[in-house]
């Protein structure tokens, strides 16, 4: 019996992002998004206290996907492109 092992690695370099990074959050308006996964709404409710009070954001904008086990509905995509930045929380 033969044994095929796989390599987990990535094979291809990361293509180089095509947003630039924002130079400062001041004034800037950030999607926090919440996976649905437990815990998650705590750890986006302490970043968007952190955002607020030590960076300057403008505004917070909170979103939640249905679920965790499949991609954001196109609806909830549309919305976070109206924002400069998505903070994405994972939990559990």
Not at 21 to 32: D, F, P
Not at 52 to 74: D, Q, W
Request: charged share 25%.
């Amino acid at each position: 019996m033969s044994i095929t092992l796989v390599n987990p690695c990535i094979e291809q370099k990361p293509q180089a992002s095509r947003v630039p990074r924002l130079e400062s959050l001041a004034g800037k308006t950030i999607a926090l998004l919440d996976i649905s996964k437990p815990g998650g709404n705590v750890f986006l409710d302490r970043v968007e206290r952190l955002l607020l009070e030590r960076c300057s954001v403008a505004h917070v904008v909170r979103e939640t996907k249905p679920t965790y086990t499949k991609p954001a509905p196109e609806g909830l995509l549309e919305k976070l492109r109206n924002v400069d930045a998505v903070v994405e929380g994972l939990a559990d």
